[in-house]
């Protein structure tokens, strides 16, 4: 398929942020995969990349992509400071009326990103997708032992932070900006325990949450280590316990402030007049 992607004009509708690190294997595949399925859409688009300080050639190959197509950006973080940082980041400084972070695996297919939007635009704040709920389609399902650390760490943080969440660490989610700038400019995790970290906050703000069920294929090659990152995800329960307690999540940074004042304004005028519609 030829892929035609038009520059990034102002008003951009979907912000794709994809985190990568060592990802050169597949980074191509992906970025083709997503700007098939964004240069079929009638809405403009933009893909951002932030690299997590890979020692691969995962910045190269995007790079490449940027050559040709002006709506990929890449965003580089040296060293290497984690998923939830690299997240954070894209979210803030994506453009789009609406963002969504995907992994770099596409283990959710693009294309579900229209589920989730159907919900951002009548009257949901945050959708995510959900590998739990009975609708959900899971073609090629992890290994026993994934499965179960995972309903593990997900009736944990059930218990303990979301109880009406079913599937919190499904790397796609989905926000109109407004939102997206009032959540991650709180977000305090670098790790992969980020995703408990924003949900929480999202909760404790007031919005609303629709939990999605999307078409998932595991991938074999999951960067997550079954021991030591199990480890930091409890790590980072724990952390964002105690954020929590000291009120780490009342007050936006105020170095964010200024910056998201603006964006505020001009997200509201477009959510409204998509609400009109």
């Not at 997503?34 to 403009?44: A, F, I, K, M, R």
């Not at 400071?81 to 992994?103: C, H, I, N, Q, Y």
């Not at 939102?179 to 404790?204: N, P």
Request: a positive charge; charged letters at 30%.
């Amino acid at each position: 398929m030829t892929i035609e992607m038009k520059g990034v004009p102002k008003d951009v509708h979907l912000s794709v942020v994809i985190p990568a690190y060592n990802e050169e294997n597949r980074i191509g595949k992906t970025l083709r995969r997503v700007l098939e399925y964004l240069s079929d859409q009638s809405y403009e688009s933009e893909v951002v990349v932030v690299d997590d300080g890979s020692q691969d050639r995962t910045i190269e190959v995007v790079r490449e992509f940027t050559t040709n197509f002006p709506n990929v950006t890449v965003l580089d973080n040296v060293p290497n400071r984690g998923k939830g940082f690299a997240v954070r980041r894209g979210m803030l400084e994506s453009r789009g009326r609406f963002l969504l972070f995907s992994d770099a695996d596409l283990s959710t297919p693009i294309g579900e990103v229209e589920r989730l939007l159907v919900y951002l635009q009548n009257g949901y704040d945050v959708a995510i997708a959900s590998r739990a709920l009975p609708l959900a389609d899971i073609r090629v399902r992890q290994p026993w032992w994934r499965q179960s650390m995972g309903r593990t760490f997900n009736r944990l943080v059930r218990k303990l932070f979301l109880p009406d969440i079913l599937d919190s660490q499904c790397g796609f989610k989905c926000f109109p900006r407004d939102v997206a700038q009032q959540v991650f400019s709180r977000q305090r995790t670098d790790r992969f325990g980020f995703d408990v970290e924003i949900l929480w906050i999202v909760s404790k703000l007031g919005y609303r949450i629709a939990e999605v069920p999307v078409t998932w294929v595991n991938d074999p090659l999951s960067k997550v280590h079954p021991i030591r990152d199990s480890f930091w995800m409890l790590v980072d329960l724990l952390r964002v316990w105690l954020n929590n307690r000291g009120g780490a999540y009342d007050e936006m940074p105020p170095d964010l402030k200024l910056e998201t004042k603006s964006k505020l304004r001009e997200s509201a005028s477009a959510l409204s007049a998509i609400e009109k519609k």
